[in-house]
Nanobody, 124 residues
Framework: QVQLVESGGGLVEAGGSLRLSCVAS????????MGWFRQAPGKEREFVAA????????YYEDSVKGRFTISRDNAKNTLYLQMNSLKPEDTAAYYC?????????????????WGQGTQVTVSS
């Protein structure tokens, strides 16, 4: 079992930055794949970014490339999503997720463990 707890959401003006955190607990994280998804009101949940914990490989959804950075702190068992140059269309609830499939995964159904979500609102 893996437990995930997100934090760091909030209200920010367009062009601003936020850093989301996801603290993972429950097991050793070698071999764990972790990702960030988001869901805007009235829309389906979509992939944002993912990282393979062991190797550090990353992958980003096209609309966030160059603006968002996914990273991890092994000592703190924490996954981060640094979000810069935020746009109103980035407004959504952001979810941290994890699975043991290995590699970098982008599909929602591939993830077994989910956090409760943290709201990000970007004003224009």
């Amino acid at each position: 079992q893996v437990q995930l707890v997100e934090s760091g959401g909030g209200l920010v003006e367009a062009g601003g930055s936020l850093r989301l955190s996801c603290v993972a607990s429950g097991r050793t994280f070698s071999g764990l794949t972790m990702g960030w998804f988001r869901q805007a009101p009235g829309k389906e949940r979509e992939f944002v970014a993912a990282m393979y914990w062991s190797g550090g490989s990353t992958y980003y959804e096209d609309s966030v490339k160059g603006r968002f950075t996914i990273s991890r702190d092994n000592a703190k068992n924490t996954l981060y999503l640094q979000m810069n140059s935020l746009k109103p269309e980035d407004t959504a609830a952001y979810y941290c997720a994890a699975n043991w499939l290995g590699g970098v995964r982008t599909r929602e159904y591939e993830y077994d463990y989910w956090g409760q979500g943290t709201q990000v609102t970007v004003s224009s």
